[in-house]
């Protein structure tokens, strides 16, 4: 069972009235994961934070919003918004600076740990380049560049407030139909304007964009969208044209799921699914969760991509 804390300007816990009503919005193509929340009205001082429960289990831990105390002809309501704790990193300015050759955990130290984040168990990295901070960047901003430079990866903050480097990929599966989770609805989608079909890369400074990166299943099946990459601005150039072959494939393929059900918490995990029209379906990973409940039940609709690299549709 579903249920809420939340916190006061006293850092006081508060044990909210019933819940009416719960939206949890989570995919990992967007910063900050987002609630709204309607409970039975009850007096309370200005309220801070917020975390979702099941059982004992911290399912989104977040700063809230807005506040809003509704009166009408049905009752008297307390409703939250709030984003997950990546909203500190969105709403906050860096301090403009330069970095030779950051690493990942002074990173972490500057820009997400004042934050309360906690960071994946993993070792240290180092970019072996320069990195600058402009005047007006986020401190987000300052995290995806550096993931990205040395990575060549998103960061992903969960929205228990974890920050994963490379994006969230958990241990855990899930079955979608069969024996498995069982869902109401299914659709595939293909975007072939996601895919890239070749990277060029320009290899000096004298010279042109003349060594080409090829996809190999993209250009077969005749998809012409092609990317310029300067390998004097990147210590991995080959490694980044792979990167952006890998995230346009990855991106050109979903599964979309109608769940009646509470998937919150399962972002990440590898996905399979069964289905008589779509068949059998591999080397999935839930990318987003998008749950309801209200007075007539609850269901979850899930977006599924790619685990790893696809070589034919």
């Not at 977040?62 to 506040?67: L, Q």
């Not at 690493?103 to 380049?129: C, H, Q, W």
């Not at 989608?189 to 080409?212: Q, W």
Request: proline content about 4%; hydrophobic content about 35%; aromatic content about 8%.
């Amino acid at each position: 069972m579903l249920r809420c804390v939340l916190r006061d300007i006293n850092g006081r816990k508060i044990a909210v009235p019933e819940l009416l009503s719960l939206k949890v919005d989570i995919d990992e193509g967007v910063p900050a994961d987002s609630l709204y929340a309607t409970f039975a009205y009850a007096p309370t001082e200005q309220l801070t934070e917020i975390a979702l429960y099941e059982e004992d289990v911290p399912l989104f831990i977040g700063v809230i919003d807005e506040e809003e105390h509704e009166r009408n002809e049905l009752g008297e309501y307390l409703k939250i918004s709030a984003r997950s704790l990546a909203a500190h990193l969105l709403d906050n300015e860096a301090e403009p600076c330069a970095y030779d050759h950051p690493s990942l955990s002074l990173i972490y130290e500057r820009y997400v740990k004042p934050f309360g984040i906690k960071m994946e168990d993993r070792a240290d990295a180092v970019f072996f380049g320069e990195q600058s901070v402009m005047k007006g960047y986020s401190c987000w901003r300052v995290l995806k560049n550096f993931c990205i430079a040395c990575f060549s990866a998103v960061p992903r903050i969960s929205s228990v407030g974890v920050l994963y480097p490379e994006g969230i990929l958990n241990d855990g599966e899930i079955v979608f139909g069969g024996d498995g989770v069982r869902y109401t609805q299914i659709s595939e989608v293909k975007k072939r304007c996601e895919e890239i079909s070749t990277v060029y890369v320009k290899a000096s400074n004298a010279g042109n964009y003349t060594l080409p990166i090829d996809n190999l299943s993209a250009n077969a099946r005749g998809i012409r969208r092609v990317r310029y990459l300067n390998a004097m601005l990147t210590e991995s150039p080959l490694r980044c044209a792979d990167a952006m072959i890998r995230n346009g494939d990855k991106k050109s393929y979903e599964i979309h799921l109608s769940c009646p059900s509470c998937l919150l918490g399962k972002e990440g995990y590898r996905a399979k699914v069964r289905d008589t029209l779509l068949g059998e379906k591999e080397d999935m990973y839930i990318s987003a969760v998008h749950y309801r409940m209200t007075s007539d039940g609850e269901y979850s609709n899930v977006i599924l991509k790619r685990r790893q690299k696809h070589v034919d549709q």
